[in-house]
């Protein structure tokens, strides 16, 4: 990541000193204010702040999706039903309605 301008690296800190707000105060806010308005000329880009990861959202919004999180019975049972259904097709057959009719 390049070096942020001195105005934003300085808008970084102010924002970093801020107490958190509640959800409550935050949607109360979001609420109260006009879609329409204009943007601040001093705001700060989303995606200068620091908690932003590489990817589109930031991590605080969408954390990565953990490898490796699900059981060791779930990856052959799937291998296993995906081979099924691929003979059954490959025979010819149908079994879209549960029933194993000829296709």
């Known amino acids: 990541m390049s070096a942020l301008p001195q105005e934003y690296a300085e808008a ?17 806010l979001a609420l ?3 879609p329409d308005s204009a943007i601040d000329p001093d ?27 699900s059981a060791g019975w779930r990856r052959p049972v799937i291998v296993w039903l ?6 059954i097709d490959a025979f010819g057959l149908c079994i879209t309605y549960g029933t194993l009719v000829a296709a």
Not at 50 to 61: E, R, T
């Open 12 to 28: 970084i800190e102010v924002i970093d000193e801020v107490e958190p707000i509640s959800d409550e105060e935050l949607a109360a």
């Open 32 to 34: 109260a204010d006009d």
């Open 43 to 69: 705001a700060v880009p989303l995606s200068l702040y620091p908690s932003v990861s590489s990817g589109a959202l930031p991590l605080w919004y969408m954390p990565p999706v953990m490898a490796g999180a």
């Open 82 to 87: 995906i081979f099924t259904l691929l003979v």
